[in-house]
């Protein structure tokens, strides 16, 4: 509850606004009644989530705000390319508007003209960013609320699944030569992201307990990947002579990768494989460890997702696994004497016969 005092002639109202920050507002006038209202008005305000102290806010634009957030993530090497025109595209449209000066009715026209031209998954993928420029903007205390926060993004259909089979991995190994196939092969078995991979340090291989050790990734929470045999021994091999802070894969110069998108392409095409992309390398990681067996929480956790449902996309893969389980159950109950003696039957009506007894 919010407060009123007399300050000379006029009162003074004190309250917090939606954000929690304490707002302090003269009333001009000597009519205690009036202050009251005025009062009980910001109170309802609030409560419905319509009042922000704006008097708090800088004056700055949104392409001002939005190059600073681009700047700053450009240091961090997140998504660089996409990320960079994802907010290119924001500030097209946002341009000179303030960032006081946004409010959620502007989003939802922004999202309602950009889906007639591009994907519901784009326009998801942009508000995604606007969301994170209002955050940074608050964090940095330049900005007091997000209007996205409280948005309704566009519900995706299934995404693409594309994975190498068990012929087309020698294929594609086969054609890639030098740091490429390391690459390759590192993708196929840990299931990084291509930025995890290329920007890897010595510094993140646990060679005591055969761990990947990943401090940044894009969910910005430290992931642990098993070093298989294989890995473990390449990259003991690559950090002869080098030090903690250098780089597991570089150029001749010494420097990084920051692209293997043309070697990438020249092996796919050797190798004859079409439709896929470096990314879903990382798919064929999840779909082999699935068709292998390993449990879809166990699969969550070696990719980083936060939410289960991007690991379902490859459930549908496991149906030996499944069947088993089914065997399992099956096993137990007619062990218990649950089913009666039905060997001497077909095995179409014993299924029914099993499947009513377990009914009843």
């Given at each position: 509850?919010?407060?009123?005092?007399?300050?000379?002639?006029f009162?003074q109202?004190?309250?917090?606004?939606?954000?929690?920050v304490r707002?302090?507002?003269?009333?001009?006038?000597?009519d205690?009644?009036?202050?009251?209202?005025?009062?009980?008005?910001?109170?309802?305000?609030?409560l419905?989530?319509m009042?922000?102290?704006?008097?708090?806010?800088?004056k700055?634009?949104?392409?001002?705000?939005?190059?600073?957030?681009?700047q700053?993530?450009?240091?961090?090497?997140?998504?660089?390319?996409f990320?960079?025109?994802?907010?290119?595209?924001?500030?097209?449209?946002?341009?000179k508007?303030a960032?006081?000066?946004?409010?959620?009715?502007?989003?939802?026209?922004?999202?309602?003209?950009?889906?007639v031209?591009v994907?519901?998954?784009?326009?998801?993928?942009?508000?995604?960013?606007?969301?994170?420029?209002?955050?940074?903007?608050?964090k940095?205390g330049?900005?007091?609320?997000?209007p996205v926060?409280g948005?309704?993004f566009?519900?995706e259909?299934?995404?693409r699944?594309?994975?190498l089979?068990q012929?087309?991995?020698?294929?594609?190994?086969?054609?890639?030569?030098g740091?490429?196939?390391?690459?390759?092969?590192?993708?196929?078995?840990?299931?990084?992201?291509k930025?995890e991979?290329?920007?890897?340090?010595?510094?993140?291989v646990?060679?005591?307990?055969?761990?990947i050790?990943?401090e940044?990734?894009?969910?910005?929470?430290?992931?642990?990947i098993?070093?298989?045999?294989?890995?473990?021994?390449?990259?003991?091999?690559?950090?002869?002579?080098?030090n903690?802070?250098d780089?597991?894969?570089?150029?001749p110069?010494?420097?990084r990768?920051?692209?293997?998108?043309t070697?990438?392409?020249?092996?796919l095409?050797n190798?004859?494989?079409?439709s896929?992309?470096?990314?879903?390398?990382?798919?064929?990681?999840?779909?082999?460890?699935?068709m292998?067996?390993?449990?879809?929480?166990?699969?969550?956790e070696?990719?980083?997702?936060?939410?289960?449902?991007?690991?379902?996309?490859?459930?549908?893969?496991?149906p030996?696994?499944?069947?088993?389980a089914?065997g399992?159950?099956?096993?137990?109950i007619?062990?218990?004497?649950?089913t009666?003696?039905?060997?001497?039957?077909?095995?179409?009506?014993?299924?029914?016969?099993?499947?009513?007894?377990?009914?009843?």
């Amino acid at each position: 509850m919010g407060a009123f005092r007399r300050r000379g002639k006029f009162f003074q109202i004190d309250f917090k606004d939606c954000s929690g920050v304490r707002v302090r507002e003269t009333v001009y006038t000597d009519d205690q009644k009036v202050a009251e209202n005025v009062l009980k008005k910001r109170e309802v305000q609030v409560l419905e989530g319509m009042f922000f102290d704006r008097r708090k806010e800088k004056k700055i634009t949104f392409e001002e705000l939005a190059n600073e957030v681009l700047q700053y993530s450009l240091k961090l090497r997140k998504s660089k390319e996409f990320f960079y025109y994802l907010i290119k595209k924001l500030i097209g449209y946002f341009g000179k508007k303030a960032i006081c000066d946004i409010t959620a009715r502007d989003i939802v026209t922004y999202q309602e003209a950009r889906v007639v031209e591009v994907s519901k998954a784009t326009v998801n993928r942009e508000l995604a960013v606007l969301k994170r420029i209002f955050n940074l903007g608050i964090k940095w205390g330049k900005v007091v609320s997000n209007p996205v926060k409280g948005i309704d993004f566009f519900k995706e259909s299934r995404g693409r699944v594309r994975y190498l089979t068990q012929e087309e991995i020698p294929r594609l190994l086969t054609n890639c030569h030098g740091n490429l196939k390391n690459i390759v092969k590192t993708a196929l078995l840990t299931g990084m992201r291509k930025e995890e991979i290329l920007s890897l340090k010595f510094s993140n291989v646990d060679f005591d307990n055969n761990l990947i050790i990943l401090e940044k990734t894009k969910n910005d929470e430290i992931r642990e990947i098993p070093l298989c045999s294989e890995l473990r021994e390449l990259f003991w091999v690559l950090s002869t002579g080098k030090n903690q802070d250098d780089y597991v894969f570089t150029l001749p110069s010494g420097n990084r990768f920051k692209s293997v998108r043309t070697a990438f392409k020249t092996a796919l095409d050797n190798a004859g494989i079409s439709s896929f992309r470096f990314h879903d390398l990382r798919h064929t990681f999840a779909s082999q460890c699935v068709m292998a067996g390993i449990n879809i929480l166990t699969v969550r956790e070696l990719l980083g997702h936060k939410d289960i449902k991007m690991t379902m996309r490859y459930s549908h893969l496991a149906p030996q696994y499944k069947q088993d389980a089914i065997g399992k159950l099956e096993s137990r109950i007619c062990h218990c004497g649950v089913t009666g003696a039905t060997d001497k039957l077909p095995q179409k009506v014993e299924s029914q016969i099993t499947l009513t007894n377990i009914a009843n």
